[in-house]
């Protein structure tokens, strides 16, 4: 794959992708273009905070609310995590067990585990397990074969 990169001092940025095949890799870079600029609103007990997408670290449902964190706040989101993950609508998010939704460009180191899992360890040190229903998906992800 060619990559141009050059730097405009006048003009809108503007980025354009050509591709013969629209291939997974393909479609992750587009779905990060479009959706650079997402936005969520949570709760911190009074306080309302807005916050992209790419502060996330993980998304957690405990006892039907749904609970964001960041590296310095834990967020309670309206919705649940399916409809976080249809609005969401990028490669960026992956669904590692029924209850955690986990951001795959925070995630620092990943080890193998007994049973088929993965221990997923984040940026702020957190663990994650990837249960075995979902590695063999997260697996497919890492290679880029998922679409």
Same mark, same amino acid.
């Given at each position: ?18 591709? *013969? ?12 273009? *479009? ?96 249960? *075995? ?9 890492? *290679?880029?074969?998922?679409?």
């Amino acid at each position: 794959m060619k990559i141009d990169v050059k730097q405009i001092t006048e003009g809108e940025d503007s980025v354009t992708v050509r591709y *013969r095949e629209l291939t997974p890799p393909i479609n992750r870079i587009i779905s990060i273009l *479009r959706d650079s600029g997402g936005k969520l609103w949570g709760k911190s007990g009074d306080e309302s905070l807005c916050f992209g997408y790419d502060d996330i670290l993980y998304l957690e449902s405990v006892d039907d609310k749904v609970f964001a964190y960041t590296d310095e706040h834990v967020l309670k989101i309206e919705g649940s995590l399916n409809s976080f993950m249809l609005e969401a609508d990028n490669e960026i998010f992956f669904r590692c067990s029924k209850s955690m939704v986990m951001n795959v460009n925070r995630v620092s180191s990943l080890k193998s585990l007994s049973s088929n899992r993965i221990d997923a360890v984040m940026e702020g040190g957190e663990h994650i397990i990837i249960s *075995r229903r979902y590695a063999s998906e997260f697996r497919k992800l890492l *290679r880029g074969e998922r679409e």
